[in-house]
């Protein structure tokens, strides 16, 4: 990795510190600590997601379609880590002889 490159965090990592800071109240540090992370870099982490959020939120929306972030969107229809399902679909399958 170059001097000032970022390391891009696995998917599931990201989305279970989200889940644990935002959903669960952990503080940074206990989710941080999960993950073998430092508060500073979950800190970070999670300040980069919402900076993008934010950025996303202030787009229009494309002709014709609705964006997830509208509040009547925000129902609370979909349960807890309902991504969980997918990350497990993708990883690689381990076989054992």
Known sequence: MESGEKAMK???????????????G?????????????????????????????????????RGQVLAYWPENKDG???ARWWQAGLDARAPRVVRR
């Open 77 to 79: 229809g979909m349960p």
């Open 10 to 24: 696995p998917d599931g990592m990201v989305l279970d510190i989200l889940d644990r800071v935002e959903r669960q």
């Open 26 to 62: 952990q503080s940074m540090a206990a989710a941080a600590k999960a993950h073998g992370l430092s508060r500073s870099s979950v800190a970070g982490l999670l300040k980069r997601v919402r900076d993008d959020l934010a950025e996303s939120e202030a787009l229009p929306a494309p």
